[in-house]
Nanobody, 115 residues
């Protein structure tokens, strides 16, 4: 069964950095659009960033200039480099891979930005 596994979350001080990874298995990863989403307690899940198979990227305005999405198709892995983190970036971050009718979600990884 197709699977996505996120890693790299944790506790970081404001202004710090983290790099999240999203490792895919049992899918043809290079064909998939990959998105990162986040959900803070008591809020709806929100879009963070998208990377298409060819490498085109899109970002939510809240993270533009601070976060960078990338992918390594040879490793079937997507990344989210997060710099200049703010307390309002605290959330569970999940990755999502979509190709036609195929829609796969990871379990999420917690990111907490606090001093």
């Amino acid at each position: 069964q197709a699977q996505l596994v996120e890693s790299g979350g944790g506790l970081v001080q404001p202004g710090g950095s983290l790099r999240l990874s999203c490792a895919a298995s049992r899918i043809s990863f290079s064909f998939y659009n990959v998105r990162w989403y986040r959900q803070a307690p008591g809020t709806q899940r929100e879009f963070v960033a998208l990377i298409k198979p060819a490498g085109n990227t899109t970002y939510d305005d809240a993270v533009k200039g601070r976060f960078t999405i990338s992918r390594d198709n040879a490793k079937s892995t997507a990344y989210l480099q997060m710099n200049s983190l703010k307390p309002e970036d605290t959330a569970v971050y999940s990755c999502n891979a979509v190709f036609g009718p195929h829609d796969v979600w990871g379990q999420g990884t917690q990111v907490t930005v606090s001093s």
